[in-house]
T-cell receptor
């Protein structure tokens, strides 16, 4: 079983739609959680951290459910520029070293 | 401007040749990382360094080597022992002790012919 699992997609949505991605993680000792965005053939960039209380940044809302070990990302009013791959990332501690574990990513395609 | 640079952006090599990928950062970050990304797979950790003159193997270190002689630089050598070297290589850095954001360089796409 992968440490971090995501539906690879692609999710095809029209502009203005609301879309949600989920991610599950297997290590219950995981400490912090993130969503990164990666454009085609580019490097990943931090989109937002995910807090236990849930957090919102404009059209983006992230939530964490520790009991069920899943993380979600909701994008409202999708824009063409939201088309990208969204990586779920989990920070775990391994023998004193804090390690980021990356999911394979969920691809989003927003069409006119 | 502060950031991470990787060079070259594209690299072609013949099978059996060693190749060194450059990674430089001027963010004054202590920790640096090398990942590889293959289609349909998440980023996988090759090597990391938390401080100058110290580095540790990640999950897929076989066939790779690194050095960390300067805080700003963390070059990765892909040796002929690496069986499937064609991939997208990403270097990252962060402030040591901060578990949060890693900043990535633009990556080097290595193709072995």
């Amino acid at each position: 079983r992968k440490e971090v699992e995501q539906d690879p997609g692609p999710f095809n949505v029209p502009e203005g739609a609301t879309v949600a991605f989920n991610c599950t993680y297997s290590n219950s000792a995981s400490q912090s959680f993130f969503w990164y965005r990666q454009d085609c053939r580019k490097e990943p960039k931090l989109l937002m951290s995910v807090y236990s209380s849930g957090n919102e940044d404009g059209r983006f809302t992230a939530q964490l459910n520790r009991a069920s070990q899943y993380i979600s990302l909701l994008i409202r009013d999708s824009k063409l520029s939201d088309s990208a791959t969204y990586l779920c990332v989990v920070n775990t501690r391994n023998t004193g070293f804090q390690k980021l574990v990356f999911g394979t990513g969920t691809r989003l395609l927003v069409s006119p | 401007d502060g950031g991470i640079t990787q060079s070259p952006k594209y690299l072609f090599r013949k099978e059996g040749q060693n190749v060194t990928l450059s990674c430089e950062q001027n963010l004054n970050h202590d920790a640096m990382y090398w990942y590889r990304q293959d289609p349909g797979q998440g980023l996988r950790l090759i090597y990391y360094s938390q401080i100058v003159n110290d580095f540790q193997k990640g999950d897929i270190a076989e066939g790779y080597s690194v050095s960390r002689e300067k805080k700003e630089s963390f070059p990765l050598t892909v040796t002929s022992a690496q069986k499937n070297p064609t991939a997208f290589y990403l270097c990252a850095s962060r402030v040591r002790g901060q578990p949060n954001e890693q900043f990535f360089g633009p990556g080097t796409r290595l193709t072995v012919l």
